[in-house]
């Protein structure tokens, strides 16, 4: 079974950092993309960034400047590294991944971000 699991989260304060981390239990090569969503309370999860094989990525415009998405092929790991951060970034964070090959979707079980002085 394809797990997927965060790490990272926590509290800071607005103008701070976090880097957060989506472990996968096989090979990262098998997916394409991978992806960090966010679910804030009372709304719908949204894609915050993505990164696909050939290393392309994408944000939502809000954190464009601010976030950034890796990957690390050697370790199975995806990172996203975000600064400045807002108290609207206040979430929680899932990675995501999808068979390149199946197309199926896989979730991790999510990391609390919380952004507040």
């Known amino acids: 079974q394809v797990q997927l699991v965060e790490s990272g989260g926590g509290l800071v304060q607005p103008g701070g950092s976090l880097s957060l981390s989506c472990a996968a239990s096989?090979?990262?090569?098998?997916?394409?993309?991978m992806a960090w969503y966010r679910q804030a309370p009372g709304k719908q999860r949204e894609l915050v960034a993505s990164?696909?094989?050939?290393?392309?990525?994408n944000y939502v415009d809000s954190v464009k400047g601010r976030f950034t998405i890796s990957r690390d092929n050697a370790k199975n790991t995806v990172w996203l590294q975000m600064n400045s951060l807002k108290p609207e970034d206040t979430a929680v964070y899932y990675c995501?991944?999808?068979?390149?090959?199946?197309?199926?979707?896989?979730w991790g079980q999510g990391t609390q971000v919380t952004i507040s002085s």
């Open positions: 990164i696909n094989l050939y290393n392309d990525t």
């Open positions: 995501h991944g999808t068979g390149w090959l199946t197309g199926l979707p896989y």
């Open positions: 096989r090979s990262i090569n098998t997916f394409s993309p």
